[in-house]
């Protein structure tokens, strides 16, 4: 976390949506630091700071990557077990079905998240990957859609493109998203990123150094 510079607007704006049960799209091309500011947000200082009860808000971070061969029980089942955890993390009890489990088993835990008052987030980083798993599919997104609006549960997807460009399957999942595009520092923030990792070496470049940089990497 104390390498994490920037991104205070995209902070603010990514946790007052979720603070209104809004879910989000983070798009950006590779490396622009969708998966920095996924887990940033995942922290509860950061949530607390942005006005959210850590306490009651759940936000539990999956990376897609590698989920390409999950069928949809196992998904769900990864889901829940990382959800439960989460809970338990945060003194909260969740009690989830054995494998292999249905879609109302995996909303029945749902639901008991939101008998429980808590807000539930979930952030989906390499959204995209999903789409390549055949058995991952209309259903899957029609069900997500459906416990979002049951339920106090939003999500934040990060991709490189927008949400309905990444899949073959067009659904009105993707209707319930805000789109957040990623792009570069400015010049401030990438000077305090180079400057900042630099002072917690004990050292500095020179002003003309930095300015070096900043040409070069554009």
Request: proline share 5%; charged share 25%.
């Amino acid at each position: 976390p104390v390498y994490f510079y920037n991104r205070q607007r995209e902070t603010k704006q990514v946790l007052e949506m979720l603070g209104k049960g809004q879910s989000v799209s983070v798009i950006g091309p590779r490396k622009i630091g969708k998966t920095s500011l996924l887990f940033h947000i995942a922290r509860s200082e950061v949530a607390h700071q942005h006005g959210l009860d850590p306490a009651r808000q759940l936000i539990v971070y999956f990376n897609c990557e590698g989920l390409e061969s999950l069928n949809l029980n196992e998904f769900y089942t990864l889901v829940l077990e990382e959800v439960a955890r989460r809970a338990a993390q945060q003194g909260h009890r969740l009690a989830i079905p054995e494998r292999p489990i249905s879609f109302l088993e995996f909303e029945g835990v749902f639901r008991e998240t939101f008998d429980q008052k808590l807000k539930l987030a979930l952030l989906l980083d390499e959204f995209e990957l999903l789409n390549r798993n055949p058995h991952l599919g209309a259903e899957l997104l029609s069900g997500l859609r459906a416990l979002a609006t049951k339920f106090d549960t939003a999500y934040i997807t990060a991709s490189r493109r927008p949400l309905a460009a990444v899949t073959k399957n067009h659904s009105p999942f993707f209707n319930i998203f805000f789109p957040l595009k990623l792009g570069l520092f400015d010049e401030s923030g990438s000077r305090g990123l180079i400057e900042g990792a630099m002072s917690r070496l004990g050292d500095a470049f020179t002003p003309e150094f930095v300015k070096g940089i900043l040409e070069l990497s554009g």
